[in-house]
Nanobody, 115 residues
Framework: QVQLVESGGGLVQAGESLRLSCAAS????????MGWFRQAPGKEREFVAR????????KYADSVKGRFTISRDNTKNTMYLQMNSLKPEDTAVYYC????????WGQGSQVTVSS
C-alpha cells in the first residue's frame, strides 16, 4: 500500500499561481503512474494530469494544458502540480493518486480561485 499526503492548496485570485505537492510513502517501488484529479462542487471528479514514474511522460486535460505542469522529485518520492494563470473554473478539491498494486488517493486539497 502507498500512502499519499497532499499540501499546498489555498485561496488565490485569478491569474495567480499555486503549487500542490503529493508526498508518497510505503510501497513506492510499486508505483507506475501518479497524477491528479479534481472535483468541483456539484460536478464529477475529472482528470487533470498524470506522470509516468518510469518514463517521465506526461498527459494533461485540455482545460489545463499550457497552464499546469506536473513534475516529480524521485529523491523525495514527491509529485508536484504547478498551476499558473489560475481561473475561477479551476476551483475544486484536488486529489493526487498513485497507481501501483492498487490505486491510492491523497486526502484532497482545496483550491479556490476568486475572480
Amino acid at each position: 500500500q502507498v500512502q499519499l499526503v497532499e499540501s499546498g492548496g489555498g485561496l488565490v485570485q485569478a491569474g495567480e499561481s499555486l503549487r500542490l505537492s503529493c508526498a508518497a510513502s510505503g510501497r513506492t517501488f510499486s508505483v507506475s503512474v501518479m497524477g491528479w484529479f479534481r472535483q468541483a462542487p456539484g460536478k464529477e471528479r475529472e482528470f487533470v494530469a498524470r506522470l509516468s514514474w518510469t518514463t517521465g511522460s506526461t498527459k494533461y486535460a485540455d482545460s489545463v494544458k499550457g497552464r499546469f505542469t506536473i513534475s516529480r522529485d524521485n529523491t523525495k518520492n514527491t509529485m508536484y502540480l504547478q498551476m499558473n494563470s489560475l481561473k475561477p473554473e479551476d476551483t475544486a478539491v484536488y486529489y493526487c493518486y498513485a497507481d501501483g498494486a492498487v490505486t491510492s488517493w491523497g486526502q484532497g486539497s482545496q483550491v479556490t480561485v476568486s475572480s
